[in-house]
Every structure is written in C-alpha cells, then in structure tokens.
C-alpha cells in the first residue's frame, strides 16, 4: 500500500482545524483553533461569526499544521477537506482554501463528510495503537452536537460504505447537553462540564420516562433510506422540555439566574466555579439527565448491535468524550461478547486528523473531487 501524507482541513462547525496525517495511521500534527470563547456570550455558535473565524484562523492554522508535522505545501501527497455536514458558510472556508491549495500546488482534492470522519477517528485510533483486526460487521453510533445516527459500516478493499439504520428525529444528544446545561445557567457548551458535575449528584433522583417517538422525524433528510430493516432512532427534545417542566415547577429560576450571573462574571470558570455554584437540586436534575440520555444511547445501541448481529461497536462524536457513556457502552458490550472501540478525547470532538484518515483509503481508491464542488450543509453518508 503506498505510503501518504494527507493535509487535512475542517471547518465545519465551530472549530477551525488542520492535521497531517500519514497513511491513516501516524498523526503527524493535529492543531484544532477552537471558536468556543468567542460563542459563548451567546449561548450557541453564531453562524456569521463563526464563518469570520475560520476566515481569519484557517491560513495560520494549516501552516501550523504543516510545521509541526515537518512538511511543506509541496511535500504533502493531497489535501483532503470536509465538504459536509455543517454550516454551509464555515464549510465554504475549509473547501475555498482547499481547492485553491490543490490548485495551485497540483495536489489531489479528497473531499470526506464530516460524519465518516468521526468513523475513521476511532480506526485511526486503533491504528495507532497497533490494532489493525477489525471484526465486522461494525455498529458506529456518531454522537455529537448535531448528529445522533448508527450506521453499519463495511469495507471493500478502499471502499467504506455506511448504510444508516437510525437517526435522531428531533434535537441530537450533544445538543439536548447543551441546552440543557444553558437552561441551569451553565454557559455553552454544556456536555463536558454536565459530564464532571453528574459525578456530583444522585443520577437516580429525578425519574424521566423514555424518550416516546410519537412525533413526526424532522431530521428524514439526514437518512440514507436504503434500507429495509429495522430502524434504531432517537428523540431527545422531550428530555429537554422535561428538565425545563421539572425546574419551573420546582422553583429554581431564582437558584439558576444567581449562577448563571456568577459565572458570566468570571473570565474562564475552572470546573470548581462551576462546583461552588452548584446546589444538590441541581447537581441531581444534571445526574438524572445524563444517565437517561445515557441509558437511552446505550439501550438503542445494544438492541441495534443484537438485530444486525454485528461484532463491532464504534462510538463516536463529540458525546463520545463522556465518562458514563463510556463506563456504561464497555460494561454493556463486554457482557454481550462485543468489542467496543472510542476516539481519544481529543479525537472525538471535531478535529482535522479524522478528516485526513477518512481520505486515505480514498487517496488509493483515486476517488478524487472535482474543482468545482460545493459545500453540502445536509450531506448524506452512504
Ligand atoms: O463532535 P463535536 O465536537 O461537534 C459536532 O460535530 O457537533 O461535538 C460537540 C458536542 C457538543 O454538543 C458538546 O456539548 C458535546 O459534544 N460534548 C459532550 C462532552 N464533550 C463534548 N457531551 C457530553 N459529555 C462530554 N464530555
Ligand atoms: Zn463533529
């Protein structure tokens, strides 16, 4: 197999990130320039801000990519760029400066979704770690700020190809953490530091029934619907007006207007900010809330796992960082027989190695883009 050093570009969202990657294994540099702090004022990322962002950021930021990885614009083998999901404007950035990079310096164009991009994060992992048995088939479930599907993955020779048996209908399950956390006065975004306060409460104190899917999907777009068997979604929005139903009627608006005043008053809260901030009440709503959604995850992707009799579990995504989740998919795979595999942290938020990866098997199968692609806001993965 020929060896290959792929500069990898994503800009997808709110992170602006380049990597060089060699071969879809060896991570040669991985810089990701975060835009959290400058959202944060505003609860969620800003579309227009955020495309600004990755104006500024995305030349410095390849060039770190590339001096940390002892490269050059020549010496690279192709440039590989996330051409979808996301937002359409910050995507553009990413692909604009790709292409003109291909173009200039005569170099393949690889263009990846976003969400095979969160796949091949957790095979450049084992990769690294020598892990180079994979049994399939593979149950990926993509967990992360705008995402919640399972895909069944399979490969054949360089060609990966996902078949989709279960999406989320509503909100996915970062999102349900960040809204949630937003509502109790903890900023954005809410996933991770909703992960270290549970640990603090009782996560069997509040009961929230399971999620119900009466309603009709508003997320059908995002599904290849290919596939006649049976299907695996998620709903998280009825969670998410549960904690709001169980705080009005509890009385703490008052508690969550004093915190969240407190904390915008510090520059960067440390977790203990946040921790001395945090009443019983609340630590238990947080706990509650994550072992549902937890529970939820796990439960869907179990009986997923069982109806395609797969060998493999993938979980990945920006959720994926989270320590129950975690603890709760090894314990639930190791009493079926499955093997389940995680990004490192810092592979499962969004990051351009994962990009680079993705594009490897592509690079040998020659499957390059044309110039004159353009950004794919809902891209399917198929
Ligand atoms: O994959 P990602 O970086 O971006 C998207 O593609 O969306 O995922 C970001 C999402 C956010 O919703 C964030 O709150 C959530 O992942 N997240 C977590 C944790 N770390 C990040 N959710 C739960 N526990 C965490 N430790
Ligand atoms: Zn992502």
């Known amino acids: 197999m020929r060896d290959a050093n792929i500069l990898g570009i994503e800009s997808s969202c709110d992170e602006t990130a380049a990597a060089v990657v060699r071969s879809g294994e060896q991570i040669a540099s991985n810089v990701v320039f975060s835009q959290i702090a400058m959202h944060q004022p505003y609860g969620g990322v800003v579309p227009e801000l955020a495309s600004r962002e990755h104006l500024r950021a995305i030349v410095p930021v390849v060039r770190k990519a590339l001096a940390d990885a002892g490269q050059s614009y020549q010496s690279i083998d192709a440039i590989a760029v996330t051409q979808g999901l996301g937002l359409a404007g910050a995507l553009l950035v990413g692909i604009s400066y790709a292409k003109a990079l291909a173009f200039s310096l005569d170099k393949p164009l690889i263009a990846v979704n976003h969400l095979e991009g969160h796949i091949h994060a957790v095979l450049l992992e084992e990769r690294r770690k020598g892990n180079h048995e994979l049994r399939f088939p593979v149950l990926a479930l993509v967990v992360s700020g705008g995402h919640t599907h399972l895909y069944l993955a399979k490969q054949e020779s360089n060609s990966w190809s996902y078949q989709n048996i279960g999406h989320t209908r509503d909100d996915a399950a970062g999102e349900a953490f960040d809204k949630v956390a937003k509502l109790l006065g903890l900023g954005y975004p809410g996933g991770p530091i909703v992960d270290k306060l549970s640990a603090h409460g009782d996560p069997h104190a509040v009961?929230?029934?399971?999620?119900?899917?009466?309603?009709?999907?508003?997320?059908?777009?995002?599904?290849?619907?290919?596939?006649?068997?049976?299907?695996?979604?998620?709903?998280?929005?009825?969670?998410?007006?549960?904690?709001?139903?169980?705080?009005?009627?509890?009385?703490?608006?008052?508690?969550?207007?004093?915190?969240?005043?407190?904390?915008?008053?510090?520059?960067?809260?440390?977790?203990?900010?946040?921790?001395?901030?945090?009443?019983?009440?609340?630590?238990?709503l947080v706990a509650s809330f994550q072992r549902a959604v937890v529970e939820d995850l796990a439960g869907k992707t179990l009986a997923a796992a069982r109806a395609y009799d797969v060998a493999t579990l993938f979980v990945t995504g920006g959720v994926a960082a989270n320590q129950e989740l975690r603890q709760q998919f090894e314990q639930d795979a190791a009493r079926e027989g499955l093997s389940v595999y995680f990004p490192s942290r810092p592979l499962s938020t969004d990051n351009a190695a994962m990009i680079a990866a993705a594009a490897y098997p592509k690079f040998l199968a020659h499957d390059f883009a044309p110039m004159d692609f353009s950004a794919e806001a809902g891209m399917v993965l198929k």
């Open 207 to 284: 009961k929230f029934p399971p999620p119900q899917l009466k309603h009709r999907d508003r997320n059908d777009r995002n599904a290849a619907r290919t596939y006649d068997g049976p299907r695996f979604d998620f709903s998280y929005s009825g969670i998410k007006t549960a904690v709001l139903r169980y705080v009005e009627t509890h009385n703490m608006q008052a508690s969550i207007a004093e915190r969240r005043k407190a904390l915008l008053a510090i520059t960067l809260p440390r977790f203990e900010d946040y921790l001395s901030h945090s009443d019983k009440q609340m630590l238990d």
